[in-house]
């Protein structure tokens, strides 16, 4: 049996993001409609403070495949040039089991977070929106401006980061890399206060952007606050938002910003209106008119790991190109 084996750099290069926001796309209509199994994500806390392993199985039934993400979670990292998340996709066909591929899973998670991002701005921001908030500089930030641009026409970025230095430095590699104006901005107020799009993708244990900051008619992508302990928006942004997420079950295990506001008794799990692909099938509304605002609440659910992995395998099994070029290996068990 042949595996198909990718490292960080050939899934870079195969999965460029239009094309990951189709697959996402998919896993998400899939898991709207009852076609995916995905049991609560586990962890391993590891003696250092916000380190961790995390593991997350699952399965689909179109194309039928199962697999696991087993990935760590190293904060630290950014500090000193390393990815954040770092680890594997296995990837198993559904008639024998056999496993079929093996995925860097920092990088398949770098993509298709974005690009689940990108779906939900395309469904439920508005179409002229052309002003992004970044608010972070790691990573997902690098991804998510790259992501909201396939989605919508952007052509001015503003970034907030807790150091005025790497903010300013990621500034200049996105404007020479995208060939658009960005520019740093004092404050989480100031760089939301004319936004289009915000996206948070800090790791941040407290709120940095209220909801009384928010303009009319914006869109938010929360994605940096994936455990119950991390909170990026308040409980008044969660209040005043038109509320969807990736899958309702991990928001209601996993989504610190969405508890808060629950525990406070703010809002009652009605507030949530649905997931993206619920909204992608017509099963539940989207954006009702251009003042109100809309937030997508991003946890990560291993559909979209698979929908991507299953699209790198099938890229990689029928791109001769991809093999002379070097960025795919097999091995034979």
């Known amino acids: 049996m042949s595996i198909v084996v990718l490292d960080r750099h050939a899934v870079e290069t195969l999965l460029p993001m239009a094309e990951c926001i189709e697959a996402v796309a998919h896993g998400m209509a899939r898991t709207a409609r009852g076609g995916t199994r995905q049991p609560p994500r586990s962890r391993l806390d590891l003696p250092v403070p916000g380190n961790l392993l995390s593991m997350m199985p699952g399965w689909i039934d179109e194309p039928e495949a199962f697999g696991i993400k087993v990935v760590s979670v190293f904060p630290g990292n950014f500090d000193v040039g390393l990815p954040s998340h770092r680890g594997l996709v296995l990837l198993f066909e559904a008639v024998h089991g056999a496993l079929v591929g093996i995925f860097d899973g920092g990088a398949i998670t770098a993509i298709r977070t974005a690009a689940a991002s990108a779906l939900a701005t395309r469904l439920l921001s508005r179409p002229e929106s052309s002003r992004l908030a970044v608010l972070g500089y ?37 404007s020479e890399k995208h060939g658009i104006t960005v520019e740093p901005a004092g404050s989480v107020q100031d760089a939301v206060a004319n936004a289009d799009i915000v996206c948070t993708t800090t790791a941040s244990r407290e709120p940095i952007l209220r909801g009384a900051w928010l303009p009319a008619g914006c869109h938010l992508n929360v994605v940096g606050s994936s455990f119950p302990q991390n909170r990026e928006i308040d409980a008044d942004a969660v209040v005043r938002s038109r509320f969807y997420v990736d899958y309702k079950p991990s928001t209601l295990a996993l989504a610190g910003d969405y508890q808060d ?13 649905g997931g993206t692909g619920d909204v992608l099938e017509r099963l539940a509304p989207g954006r009702t008119s251009p003042e109100e605002i809309t937030l997508y609440k991003s946890v990560g659910i291993v559909a979209q ?5 299953q699209h790198l395998l099938n890229k990689a099994r029928n791109d001769p190109a991809g093999r002379e070029n070097g960025p795919v290996q097999s091995i034979t068990l």
Not at 149 to 174: D, I, L
Not at 305 to 309: M, Q, Y
Request: glycine residues 6%; contains cysteine.
């Open 305 to 309: 790991d698979l929908v991507a992995a």
């Open 138 to 174: 790691g990573e997902q930030a690098e991804q998510h401006v790259a992501a909201m641009r396939v989605v919508r026409p952007v052509t001015h970025v503003t970034v907030w980061g807790r150091s005025t230095e790497k903010a300013a430095a990621f500034c200049r590699r996105m």
């Open 261 to 273: 506001a629950l525990a406070q008794g703010l809002i009652d799990e009605s507030h949530i209106i």
